[in-house]
């Protein structure tokens, strides 16, 4: 049981109280992503009908879309408990096996980072997804025998930004797989005064649709610049955030007014004025630029492969004509012939 409740409990959200008191509850409190939300009512509402446990769930796409929040509120409409884990604290067979055992029926095994579990691991899961049984090899060489041992029935979410790095036969037992979008501002900005009422922070119009603009598509970034004006407004004696205010808060924080910040441009001028504008592989880029690679390619490449400043190509990555325009930098006709 201790070694469940060290595995379960090493994941670990940034403010975790102020997390939870802003995440959504029930499904039709959740902003956005449509098309999943009225598909997993359909499957929750069909599953609670039969008076069996959802199926297994993969939620996929980049990160900070509300993946966490999906599961905590799957469980809720589920009436079930959610242990929260993730892929890499999973570091053996027994590890998973003491979560395994220890989860009720109708329990939601909530699997961040799913696609880095390691084989031996996922392994343990096709019988536990599929057969609601964990398969156990005791002992070593001759005298080894197989046991198994019947599980509850419990819903499996993973959540993963690389779903392609998942296995085919981990992936095939997901009967639910649904792919988060980034959002647009308007649905940003329902998140911004939701969450400012639940902080208690008056906000005008003009100031939530600026912070929205600048949320670069993720309620994440949209609580967290939130959070932060309204550190300025505090500073300033002001009781509502203002338009002023915001603006000049987000501009303190060097998020510019499509969202991106200070990496965002520096990849940008990395690429620009270290290599001609590209073609540059994703690992010089990450030395040169002095960042890691997953952190490029999960984090703030989607984003700027979305506004179109960047493009890849099987050569490496390059710069548009997009991304000149933005910084001021002229672009030169021979750049990326």
Same mark, same amino acid.
């Given at each position: ?59 996929? =796409? *980049? ?6 929040? &999906?599961?905590? @509120?799957?469980? #809720?409409?589920?009436? %079930? /408990? +959610?242990?929260?884990?993730? =892929? *890499? ?6 590890? &998973?096996?003491? @979560?395994?055992? #220890?989860?009720?029926? %109708? /329990? +939601? ?229």
């Amino acid at each position: 049981m201790e070694d469940e409740e060290r595995l379960i409990s090493s994941v670990k959200l940034e403010n975790d109280d102020n997390e939870n008191l802003l995440r959504p509850k029930e499904i039709d409190e959740y902003v956005g992503q449509e098309k999943v939300k009225a598909n997993l009512k359909v499957f929750m509402h069909s599953a609670k009908k039969r008076g069996e446990s959802l199926d297994h769930v993969l939620l996929y =796409g *980049p990160p900070g879309l509300g993946k966490t929040t &999906l599961s905590h @509120i799957i469980a #809720n409409e589920m009436h %079930g /408990d +959610i242990k929260i884990t993730s =892929g *890499p604290a999973i570091a053996r067979a027994m590890d &998973l096996a003491a @979560i395994l055992t #220890n989860l009720r029926d %109708g /329990d +939601i095994l909530f699997v961040d980072e799913i696609h880095r579990l390691n084989h031996s691991v996922e392994e343990i899961l096709y019988p536990a997804m599929e057969d609601f049984m964990l398969d156990m090899v005791l002992g070593k060489g001759p005298s080894a025998r197989t046991m198994r041992i019947p599980l509850s029935k419990f819903t499996l979410v993973g959540a993963t930004t690389k779903a392609g790095m998942l296995g085919a036969p981990l992936r095939d037992r997901f009967g639910v797989v649904c792919r988060l979008e980034l959002y647009t501002p308007e649905e940003l900005a329902i998140i911004i005064n939701r969450s400012a009422g639940i902080l208690n922070i008056d906000i005008e119009p003009a100031a939530t649709e600026e912070i929205a603009k600048r949320s670069r598509g993720t309620p994440r970034i949209a609580n967290r610049l939130l959070k932060r004006v309204r550190d300025f407004a505090e500073f300033a004696d002001s009781k509502i955030i203002t338009h002023e205010i915001a603006k000049s808060a987000l501009n303190s924080l060097e998020v510019d007014e499509l969202g991106l910040d200070k990496t965002d441009s520096l990849i940008l001028h990395t690429i620009i004025e270290k290599f001609n504008g590209g073609p540059v592989g994703l690992e010089t880029l990450a030395a040169a630029s002095g960042e890691e690679t997953n952190t490029i390619e999960d984090v703030y490449e989607p984003f700027l492969i979305q506004l179109g400043f960047i493009a890849r190509t099987p050569r490496g990555r390059i710069c548009t004509i997009n991304a000149y325009n933005h910084l001021g930098v002229p672009y030169p006709g021979s750049v990326n012939k």
